[in-house]
T-cell receptor
Framework: SQQGEEDPQALSIQEGENATMNCSYKTSINNLQWYRQNSGRGLVHLILIRSNEREKHSGRLRVTLDTSKKSSSLLITASRAADTASYFC??????????FGQGTRLTINP | DAGVTQSPTHLIKTRGQQVTLRCSPKSGHDTVSWYQQALGQGPQFIFQYYEEEERQRGNFPDRFSGHQFPNYSSELNVNALLLGDSALYLCASNLRGSGGWGEQFFGPGTRLTVL
C-alpha cells in the first residue's frame, strides 16, 4: 500500500495565482521528490530535496521539507495553463524504491 | 539523447493470458525500476533490476516477474492476468554509478487493459 498522502486531492485556481500542494509520509526518508504527470502519461521529475535540507527552489517551484512532521509542500508561483497536471510526491526510503502519494490534480483556469 | 522508452504503448489482453512489457533505459543509466499505476492512483513500486538481478521487490505476487539484459534493457512479465492488473505500467531508470539514488527518469508507460 502507498505510504504517502497528498492534500488536496484536487485543486482548481485561476491562471496567475499560486498553487500549494502538501504531502505527508510515514517513515524516515533519504530524500523526497516531486513529479508531474500529464494525462496519465510518464512522470516528469520536478525537484529533489534531501532529508537535511529544509527548502529548495527551482524556477517557479518552491519545495519545503519538515522531517519532524514528515511533511513537504510544493508551491508553484504565477501558475500557467501548462501547469495543469497531476503532481506526486515520492519519498525515497532506500536506493531501491520511491513511495508515491496519491497525487494532487491541479487545474489552471484561463 | 533518447530518454526511457517503453513498448508497446497500449495492450489489450484477456484474463488468464500472459503479457511481456519492455523498457530501454536512458543512455548512461544502468538501474531499471518498474511501477504499476492504477487509474487515479499514484505509482506503486513493483521491483528494481541492477546488474541483471532483482534488487528489491514491492508487494506484488510472483505472477509479476522481470528480467534485465546485459545492455540494461528490461522486461516485465505478468502471468495469469487478472482484471485488477489493468493499469499503466511505468519503467524508470537511474544514472549509472548512482546506486539507484537520486532522480529517476520515467518512460511514457504501457497502458495494459485486461478484459
Amino acid at each position: 500500500s502507498q505510504q504517502g498522502e497528498e492534500d488536496p486531492q484536487a485543486l482548481s485556481i485561476q491562471e496567475g495565482e499560486n498553487a500549494t500542494m502538501n504531502c505527508s509520509y510515514k517513515t524516515s526518508i533519504n530524500n523526497l521528490q516531486w513529479y508531474r504527470q500529464n494525462s496519465g502519461r510518464g512522470l516528469v521529475h520536478l525537484i529533489l530535496i534531501r532529508s537535511n535540507e529544509r527548502e529548495k527552489h527551482s524556477g517557479r517551484l518552491r519545495v519545503t521539507l519538515d522531517t519532524s512532521k514528515k511533511s513537504s509542500s510544493l508551491l508553484i508561483t504565477a501558475s500557467r495553463a501548462a501547469d495543469t497536471a497531476s503532481y506526486f510526491c515520492a519519498s525515497r526510503q532506500g536506493a531501491q524504491k520511491l513511495v508515491f502519494g496519491q497525487g494532487t490534480r491541479l487545474t489552471i483556469n484561463p | 539523447d533518447a530518454g526511457v522508452t517503453q513498448s508497446p504503448t497500449h495492450l489489450i489482453k484477456t484474463r488468464g493470458q500472459q503479457v511481456t512489457l519492455r523498457c530501454s533505459p536512458k543512455s548512461g543509466h544502468d538501474t531499471v525500476s518498474w511501477y504499476q499505476q492504477a487509474l487515479g492512483q499514484g505509482p506503486q513500486f513493483i521491483f528494481q533490476y541492477y546488474e541483471e538481478e532483482e534488487r528489491q521487490r514491492g508487494n506484488f505476487p510472483d505472477r509479476f516477474s522481470g528480467h534485465q539484459f546485459p545492455n540494461y534493457s528490461s522486461e516485465l512479465n505478468v502471468n495469469a492476468l487478472l482484471l485488477g492488473d489493468s493499469a499503466l505500467y511505468l519503467c524508470a531508470s537511474n544514472l549509472r554509478g548512482s546506486g539507484g539514488w537520486g532522480e529517476q527518469f520515467f518512460g511514457p508507460g504501457t497502458r495494459l487493459t485486461v478484459l
